[in-house]
């Protein structure tokens, strides 16, 4: 009974998701949509048709990789995981090792898996708009440093994990502890260790930009001063600016695509990633995270006791009963995406608000906003269900319209 209940949950979720993306493919590029008001003094019809044509695309892509990624996940839970538990025993008889090799194949599967998609969505379809840069070289040695890194960071993490699923019942909460402390960790350690292995950063040369950086930091009492720009150019020709780091970590990064702005529309993503900064929207968001893993991990456990007792897979090790475990809760929690993206929609709105009000008009966060959409090639009428449960940002249109009323 739970075995099937268990299937129709994880298809359920998967099907959902092939819904709304066909659903909004066929909504936004419809002949009958139109420009929105707000956009169309930068948005010309051929903008609009291309950026129709690349969701089109994109969408596409997005479709056959869900398929891909239900059957896989399909043939692991009919068979594919007791196998595996039975291949990794014959292997080792530490428990550890055992679940160190499988969850690594079975990521190293997926992995390969999905490779080729990845391939296509660079080389064919970024290329085909014009955003990619990425030469072969550049794609497969950053796959081999995320390999190597992947191995780095999660074998210990999952050592731990396996360790404690084997001597405690009551794993769920040291489990939650332990993943929010290595996300905070992470967070300390990306800008100034993994970041640098994908991209050079060097600090900000143009002297008149920086200076007005700088006062604008001062305005919002922001205590660092690290500048860097990186060489985002080398992968693609899509714009961006982020604040990132903690402590000593702490640093802006502009990417290098984002310099042949206007210098008050620079100043306005700036100041709209500062806004994020003093409304604590990273805080904030980590403490939303740790209810959210908590939660999951709870219920994880429960699931886990559950089918180890009742024998619902053919499995008994403590790894492979908290696979199962696992893709249950998550495919459940999927459908509270809508309420997570809320909160994190909510924040956009604070920052672009908070990024007019320090440039004293949302002028140039508009006008920036704009030239965000016309290259990126974003939606213009995202379908309002799809935006609800995907959108972590409000559309751009959305963001426009707010913004225009605050400057009334
Ligand atoms: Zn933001």
């Known amino acids: 009974m739970f075995y099937i209940l268990f299937l129709i949950v994880v298809i359920l979720e998967s099907l959902w998701d092939l819904v709304l993306n066909t ?72 428990i550890i090792l055992q679940g160190l090799l499988f969850f690594g194949l079975y990521w190293l599967i997926n992995f390969i898996i999905t490779l080729p998609l990845k391939i296509y969505s660079t080389f064919v379809i970024e290329e085909k708009y014009g955003f990619n840069t990425m030469t072969g070289k550049t794609f497969i040695s950053d ?22 699923l084997s001597i405690d019942q009551n794993w769920w909460w040291k489990v939650s502890l332990v993943v929010v402390l290595f996300q905070v960790f992470l967070t300390w350690i990306f800008p100034i260790f993994f970041a640098p292995l994908f991209n050079k950063f060097t600090p900000l040369e143009d002297e008149q930009l920086k200076k007005k950086i700088n006062k604008l930091f001062k305005d919002a009492n922001f ?97 492979s009963l908290f696979i199962y475990a696992f893709l249950f809760i998550t495919s459940i929690l999927y459908f509270i995406t809508p ?3 809320y909160l994190q929609r909510k924040f956009e709105y604070e920052a672009d608000n908070y990024s007019a009000k320090l440039l004293g008009t949302p002028e140039y966060m508009i006008s920036g906003l704009k030239r965000i959409v016309k290259e990126n090639l974003s939606n213009l009428n995202p379908l309002p269900i799809y935006k609800i449960w995907y959108y972590s940002h409000p559309s751009p249109e959305e963001r426009i319209k707010k913004l225009s009323e605050q400057g009334k």
């Not at 007792?309 to 403590?318: E, L």
């Open 23 to 94: 659903w909004n493919m066929q909504y936004s590029t419809n002949p009958a949509s139109k420009i929105p008001e707000v956009l169309k003094d930068k948005i010309s019809q051929k903008d609009f048709e291309k950026s129709k044509r690349y969701l089109k695309d994109t969408t596409q892509v997005k479709i056959v990789k869900t398929i891909i990624t239900l059957t896989t996940t399909l043939i692991f839970i009919i068979w594919g995981f007791p196998y595996l538990e039975k291949l990794v025993s014959r292997f080792t008889n530490s």
């Open 143 to 164: 796959t081999i440093k995320n390999l190597i890194l992947y191995i780095v960071l999660f074998a210990p993490l999952l050592s731990l994990l396996v360790w404690v």
């Open 223 to 319: 205590k660092v001063s690290k500048i860097f720009v990186m060489d985002a150019s080398k992968r693609t020709k899509k714009q961006n600016a982020y604040l990132t780091g903690i402590g000593k970590s702490r640093r802006l990064v502009l990417y290098d695509t984002i310099l042949n702005y206007p210098e008050e529309e620079i100043l306005a993503i700036i100041g709209h990633e500062l806004g994020h900064n003093t409304k604590k929207h990273i805080p904030k968001l980590l403490i939303i995270s740790f209810i959210f893993y908590t939660s999951m991990f709870y219920l994880t456990n429960v699931v886990y006791n559950f089918i180890k007792n009742q024998h619902v897979f053919d499995v008994s090790k403590p790894y």
């Open 339 to 341: 309420i997570l993206n």
